[in-house]
Nanobody, 129 residues
Framework: QVQLVETGGGSVQAGGSLRLSCTASGTDTSADFCLAWFRQAPGKEREAVAAYDRAGGSDINYARSVKDRFVISRDDAKNTFYLQMNNLKPEDTATYYC????????????????????WGQGTQVTVSS
């Protein structure tokens, strides 16, 4: 039983940067989880932008569209993980969601919406050209 809250969205010019935060609370937040960031533009499917490769791991998988521009990090002491977004493009405009799924240690994580059970409320990112 986990609740996730995203913050940090806003409007930025192309080429700018934003950092999104996702803070977790509730039961068993120190357990092993798969953690990921997704985004959804109007009329489009929700898509993964970045996810940890394994529950409790440190390797990260990135969508090709954001690789070398976006970076995931986490602060376990604060029950928070982040999405640093650099060199933003208009195509990055979307509602961004953090997601988590309770897993056994070293389980492989999903790059699909169906692989996650806990979701944040979403935070809007708008990039102008």
């Amino acid at each position: 039983q986990v609740q996730l809250v995203e913050t940090g969205g806003g409007s930025v010019q192309a080429g700018g940067s934003l950092r999104l935060s996702c803070t977790a609370s509730g039961t068993d937040t120190s357990a092993d989880f798969c953690l990921a960031w997704f985004r959804q533009a109007p009329g489009k499917e929700r898509e993964a932008v970045a996810a940890y490769d394994r529950a409790g791991g440190s390797d990260i998988n990135y969508a090709r569209s954001v690789k070398d521009r976006f970076v995931i990090s986490r602060d376990d002491a604060k029950n928070t993980f982040y999405l640093q977004m650099n060199n933003l493009k208009p195509e990055d405009t979307a509602t961004y969601y953090c997601a988590a799924d309770r897993r056994e240690r070293r389980d492989y994580c999903s790059f699909r919406v169906v692989g996650y059970t806990y979701w944040g409320q979403g935070t809007q990112v708008t990039v102008s050209s």
